[in-house]
């Protein structure tokens, strides 16, 4: 199991940036694929992106291509969101998720292990 926080989250006005931080533990971290979601309020929660273990492949959904970049250090044991040109519907609760085996998913049920959560809110 890995115990994932999330962290970076918070107020920021469109066309802006924050970083978000997963900091994960409980197992070998270079081993553990690790994704990005989110929860916008009355509505399903949605795939972000996503980077593999070992070989770093990313995935993006459509709406934040060219705007967010996914990243992993591995000696901090912490996956990174970066989020420039923010946009209000861009507004959610951010979620990293993770899973030890190859390749990435953009389903939620692929990962066996998420954090609490961090609010994202982009004001027009």
């Known amino acids: 199991q890995v115990q994932l926080v999330e962290s970076g989250g918070g107020l920021v006005q469109a066309g802006g940036s924050l970083r978000l931080s997963c900091a994960a533990s409980g197992r070998t971290f270079r081993s553990i694929a690790m994704g990005w979601f989110r929860q916008a309020p009355g509505k399903e929660r949605e795939f972000v992106a996503a980077i593999s273990r070992y070989d770093d492949n990313t995935l993006y959904t459509e709406s934040v291509k060219g705007r967010f970049t996914i990243s992993r250090d591995n000696a901090k044991n912490t996956v990174y969101l970066h989020m420039n040109s923010l946009k209000p519907e861009d507004t959610a609760v951010y979620f990293c998720?993770?899973?030890?085996?190859?390749?990435?998913?953009?389903?939620?049920?692929?990962?066996?292990?998420w954090g609490q959560g961090t609010q994202v809110t982009v004001s027009s």
């Open positions: 998720a993770a899973r030890q085996r190859l390749g990435t998913s953009q389903s939620a049920a692929w990962y066996d292990d």
